[in-house]
């Protein structure tokens, strides 16, 4: 059976719960399809940026205002959170919310997740940046920091440091975040299936290998 080629693009926000829950089933649909003998597909996985809060400031904002703000009081944050933290768990994470202090302008994060392709390392950087924010409640707004994380995956300082100094993909984080709308993507995470099938949240990972199954079968149609 010939090896199919099946492009991946993943919209996604790593300050958004249901992004990194959506990348777990992700992981894990992968992991099927790699131990499956039915498909025989390489898959290329590209995130995309997309930003939930392009309007906060660079220096972010307080996460008690955040949430309040949001969700319409600390009561009803607490019951949303509640809900995020309980399909968190059923993937094996167990997130840290209330060592979250600030919440960011996710801009330079996605810069930097853009520049670790150069590297080889955009998988490991989406994780890290994951972990940082929800599971250990780093400040992701402080470009130290970030410079500090892309370094702990294999990135170089220096030339990390330029990605951002030079403002290298400020532009293209911009693009991708109005394609996103253009495209009517309202959140995230959002899946697309070589540039034919969308599959929107945090979907379980048997839908992404049925999303999968039928790209494949489609590409197998005579033309």
Known sequence: MPIQK???D?????????CYIGKRHLDSALK???????????????????QLNPQLSPEGMSRSSYTTSKFGGTENATAVYSR?????????????????L????????????????????QGRAIER???AFFLDGKNLSDEETLI?????????EGPTRKILETNKY????????ASAHEMGIQGVPYFIFNEQVGLSGAQPADMIVKAIEHVTKESNLPS
Do not use: Y
Request: some cysteine.
């Open 129 to 131: 940046f994951f972990e």
């Open 10 to 18: 993943i919209f996604s926000d790593v300050v958004c719960p249901w």
């Open 6 to 8: 099946i492009k991946l």
């Open 84 to 100: 995020v933290e309980q399909a968190a768990q059923q993937v094996g994470i167990n997130l840290n919310l209330d060592k979250i």
């Open 148 to 156: 500090e994380l892309a370094v702990q995956i294999g990135m170089p």
């Open 170 to 177: 400020t532009e293209i984080v911009a693009k991708e975040q």
């Open 32 to 50: 099927q399809i790699e131990e499956s003998t039915d498909l025989n597909v390489d898959i290329q996985l590209c995130w995309r940026a997309f």
């Open 102 to 121: 600030v919440q960011p302008n996710s801009s330079r994060i996605h810069e930097l997740i853009m520049g670790s392709r150069e590297f080889g390392l």
